[in-house]
């Protein structure tokens, strides 16, 4: 019976793109809250403004680990597929020579 990926985190590569995805909502995230500090300062609420720059921080810094995340990622995804080239050499003899 075979292993089905049932999370984003069942193996490497389903981990990049999760974390990528992420990624790309943390700055649609910032995109907006941007556009409501900028409203509120136009509008004088300088408490809200205050509360978007505490969450426009807090996003930056998880935008930032995300980032991180993903080159973790991808240099894991490059040590499995060397290690694996190693395991088996002569299946990556014959893949490279097309035979």
Partial sequence: MGHHAETPFDNIE?????????A??????LAEVEADMALASAEGADRR????QLVHFNLSKLKGQMSSSRRILN???TLRRLL?????PQHALHAASGY
């Fill in 24 to 29: 790309d909502a943390i700055v649609e995230a």
């Fill in 49 to 52: 403004r205050e509360a978007l």
């Fill in 75 to 77: 240099d894991l995804r």
């Fill in 84 to 88: 694996l080239a190693e395991r088996h």
């Fill in 14 to 22: 389903s981990s990049h793109e999760y974390v990528s995805l992420l």
